[in-house]
């Protein structure tokens, strides 16, 4: 008769076998089946909403309202972009959002305005210098 040992306990600790938590794991599941669940796993996703960054164009309105303040369209964009940046504070970023989108087409129409004012106030004296000449 031919006996074959196997041993499955290691030679420095004969308490418990090398993998025990593992067996007894593979155990339980085999004894109690796999887990039953008739509903299908659902998952729920959380929006976590970030420090929504909102541009108040303050800077650029206070350009606009320094030197280009053509029509005080500077002013008023100015006003709006602070108006932007109190909203901000205070939480509310529909209200930045509205009033920060009216401040950037001021600046723009502010801009525009300015920009063909410069051209005229150089043109204009140029025309009239050539034609006394």
């Known amino acids: 008769m031919n006996h074959t040992v196997q041993t499955f306990f290691t030679p420095t600790s004969t308490d418990r076998p090398l993998n025990y938590e593992k067996l007894k794991e593979e155990h339980e599941v085999a004894a109690l089946g796999a887990p039953h669940n008739p509903a299908p796993p659902t998952s729920t996703v959380i929006h976590i909403r970030s420090e929504t960054s909102v541009p108040d164009h303050i800077v650029w309105s206070l350009f606009n309202t320094l030197f280009m303040n053509s029509c005080c369209l500077g002013f008023i964009a100015f006003a709006y972009s602070v108006k932007s940046r109190d909203r901000k504070m205070v939480g509310d970023l ?38 006394y000449q």
């Open 94 to 131: 529909t209200g930045a959002q509205a009033y920060a989108s009216t401040a950037k087409c001021l600046d723009i129409w502010a801009l525009i305005l300015g920009i063909i004012m410069t051209i005229l106030l150089i043109i204009i004296p140029i025309l009239i210098l050539q034609a």
